[in-house]
């Protein structure tokens, strides 16, 4: 029993011997194989071209220029137009309005293919008062919002609640370019607050100064509005204009020095076609050398209503710019198209998006 016993160890262990000298063997080969193919790869690699990422990373960047050259060709700046909205904070959508002059949120209207934008700015101070009486629902800090008159005196007709910030509706619009890198924005200011309360309220804005035009770096007075196309190339695709002149070292245009406008309202009954300029000494057709100004033509009443755009956003419009503002301008289109309610329009076929496509469209 003692010899059979033995001669089973002997064999399991001789088994166990020959078991993993076999694993051996097969370790020692699959580290061999592994060998060659990292050999391989690294040949392959150093024989192959330049990695794929590279490549689709600087498609992507090309993209957006190829896209706006083939949109805008070598059209300037000031040979296009733009669809812009009037007051386009004053929405049902960014906060609660009793009054409107927009049926959408600001986003809304970009991704509706809205490309400019009219914002009045006013600083608010905080008022221990308003926290009060309403109960903790308008106790905001002192900063720059969009109010359409004082800050403090109505809520939902001069401010709504939540308040906007001005520094909010504009990182709205940089997330929009930095999502969208073939378009151009155009915000105008109608303003109310100091430039240091301006500078500080930018500042807050992420994105916001590698996107901000700056007319002077580019020597627009000496050799004229640069091509869209050359725009979206630089990334310098975001124009913001003030009515106040003391802020364009902020990156902020005085409109009276770079546009030129008509008077805004069509009169309470929509009826006062005329075109002529918002500024006595500006007319539409001013002819400088080697220069010529935005021409933001405004299309609005005095108050706002879906009724009233309806009428006024379809024929009307076209025929305006036909027989009034272009001859008024020396011939030339509008550069802004400013609506209320830019959706509606009169049944007549043509909408304020459709009117400003067929102004693209002329040669």
Request: hydrophobic letters at 40%; one cysteine or more; charged letters at 25%.
């Amino acid at each position: 029993m003692i010899d059979m016993d033995m001669q089973r160890t002997g064999f399991r262990g001789r088994m166990a011997g020959l078991l993993r000298r076999g694993r051996a063997r097969r370790t020692l080969a699959g580290l061999l194989l592994l060998a060659l193919l990292g050999t391989a790869t690294t040949a392959t690699a150093s024989t192959a071209p330049a990695p794929a990422a590279p490549a689709r990373a600087a498609a992507a960047a090309g993209a957006p220029t190829g896209l706006a050259a083939a949109r805008w060709g070598d059209r300037r700046l000031d040979e296009v137009s733009f669809l812009t909205t009037h007051n386009a904070f004053t929405n049902y959508e960014d906060s609660r309005w009793s009054s409107v002059n927009q049926s959408e949120s600001v986003r809304a209207q970009l991704e509706g293919g809205v490309r400019g934008l009219s914002l009045d700015t006013h600083w608010y101070e905080r008022s221990t008062w308003l926290c009060v009486i309403s109960f903790g629902s308008d106790c905001y800090p002192s900063d720059v919002y969009l109010c359409h008159g004082d800050c403090k005196t109505f809520a939902g007709a001069t401010y709504a609640l939540p308040r906007q910030s001005f520094h909010g509706t504009m990182q709205t619009v940089v997330d929009f370019l930095a999502t969208h890198p073939e378009e151009v924005v155009t915000v105008f200011l109608e303003d109310y607050v100091s430039a240091e309360q301006l500078r500080q309220s930018l500042g807050r804005v992420r994105g916001l100064s590698d996107m901000v035009f700056r007319p002077d770096e580019w020597g627009v007075r000496q050799n004229g509005w640069p091509k869209v196309a050359d725009l979206v190339t630089s990334g310098k695709r975001l124009l913001i204009f003030s009515d106040r002149s003391d802020r364009e070292n902020l990156g902020v245009m005085y409109d009276r020095s770079w546009t030129v406008s008509n008077f805004w309202s069509l009169g309470d009954l929509g009826n006062d076609l005329t075109c002529v300029s918002r500024w006595s000494d500006l007319p539409l057709d001013r002819q400088e050398p080697g220069f010529r100004r935005l021409f933001t033509m405004s299309h609005h009443r005095n108050v706002p209503t879906v009724l009233t755009a309806a009428l006024d956003n379809g024929a009307k419009l076209r025929d305006r710019i036909a027989e009034r503002c272009r001859p008024a301008a020396g011939g030339r289109d509008p550069n802004f198209v400013s609506v209320d309610f830019h959706r509606l329009s009169d049944g007549s076929g043509h909408t304020p998006a459709s009117i400003v496509a067929e102004l693209n469209a002329r040669p």
